[in-house]
């Protein structure tokens, strides 16, 4: 598996000392409350059980799954809700945990469908953010990294499903995606 990566972008020591510094801005942004912190599957799974254990506040957790890459490089245009949130968000202070952003759309869906239920404020934090990516306006509040125009994974990043488990962000080798 690592065979099929032509560099690495951000090393774990990387992330951790990104996780390290966004986890403490979110404790102090948020002393004396309690966020909802929500994990949008799957690319955010190790990001988010990372992020969550730099901060020294109260959370409470919550995982909503959503799709629009169907494994594949190209976004498909439309957000499936696959598993919605159990946690009524009513009053509540919310903060999407995701790995990138990219086109954007993902989280306008997310923040519009929350601002629905009567959430109290929405942030999100994201490991990654494509800015040349943006389709649609949406802006993270918490960023680790801005990254280049270039497809990466791992870290909870796939291609096909696979990769997400490399313990860091890469960029694939190109013969990965022409030999589909
Ligand atoms: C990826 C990524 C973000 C979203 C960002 O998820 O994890 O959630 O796309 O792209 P966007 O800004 O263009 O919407 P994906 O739909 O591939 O599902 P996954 O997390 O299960 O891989
Ligand atoms: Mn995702
Ligand atoms: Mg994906």
Do not use: H, W
């Not at 309690?34 to 901060?55: N, Q």
Request: hydrophobic share 35%; glycine share 8%.
């Amino acid at each position: 598996m690592n065979n099929d990566i032509l560099k690495t972008l951000y090393s774990e020591e990387d992330i951790k000392q990104a996780c390290k510094k966004l986890g403490k801005q979110i404790s102090e942004d948020y002393k004396g409350k309690t966020p909802i912190i929500i994990g949008v599957l799957k690319g955010a799974i190790f990001f988010m059980t990372d992020m969550v254990r730099e901060m020294d506040i109260y959370t409470k957790l919550d995982f909503i799954d959503v799709s629009s890459y169907n494994g594949g490089t190209k976004s498909s245009g439309s957000v499936k809700l696959i598993k919605d949130i159990d946690i009524d968000v009513n009053g509540q202070d919310i903060i999407f945990m995701e790995d990138i952003i990219d086109t954007g759309r993902t989280l306008k869906y997310l923040k519009e469908l929350l601002a629905d239920r009567g959430a109290n404020s929405i942030k999100v934090c994201t490991l990654m953010d494509k800015p040349e990516g943006r389709v649609v306006e949406v802006k993270a509040d918490y960023v680790g990294f801005e990254v280049p125009n270039e497809f990466v994974v791992g870290y909870g990043l796939d291609y096909d499903g696979k990769y997400r488990n490399l313990p860091y962000v890469g960029v694939l080798k190109p013969k990965i995606y022409s030999d589909q």
